[in-house]
């Protein structure tokens, strides 16, 4: 369990000192909540380390974003109860890409992609299966969503590797 707090998308109770006018701080203990190592999937867990690294990528260093912690904790949550991960990835990029203002609002999409992506404003991450996109669907997403990405960040996301090798 030790090592567990170390793993991307890991819910973590910390305890950490600081000393004034030092970049560094100092960790007295970490202890897992939960952890997506827990997760029964070896997708499941690609798709922490692919949802860690773009909140790694988006927030701002030494900032703390509210929405982005709940968005991470809310992703972790639904890939332990079992949700669909490649819906749930594609939740996961809609949302990011919203909270952080670049999601166009006149997307060239298919009317099934449209209807899934309103519906992601509907549903808990957990209940994105509910929304019944097929894997055109999220193939079609993903390729837009990978764009906008990509775009923004002016290159391509690390934790992309990460799925592509799965």
Known sequence: ARWASTEPLTEVRISYFE?????????????????????????????????????????A????DERLYRLG???????????????LGRYFECWLLRLQGVY?????LSSDA???L???RRVAPRDVESLGATSRVLREIELIHRKLIAMHLEREPRSVRVLNEL
């Open 19 to 59: 000393k004034e006018r030092r970049e560094l701080v100092g960790l007295n203990y970490a202890e897992p909540v939960r952890s997506p190592l827990s997760a029964a999937s070896p997708e499941a867990l690609g798709y922490s380390h692919y949802f860690a690294g773009l909140i790694d990528e988006w927030a």
């Open 61 to 64: 260093e030494a900032d703390v």
């Open 73 to 87: 904790t809310s992703a972790l949550e639904a890939l332990l109860s079992g949700a669909p991960v490649e819906a």
């Open 104 to 108: 166009p609002p006149d997307l060239p």
């Open 114 to 116: 449209a209807t899934f």
């Open 118 to 120: 309103d519906g992601v």
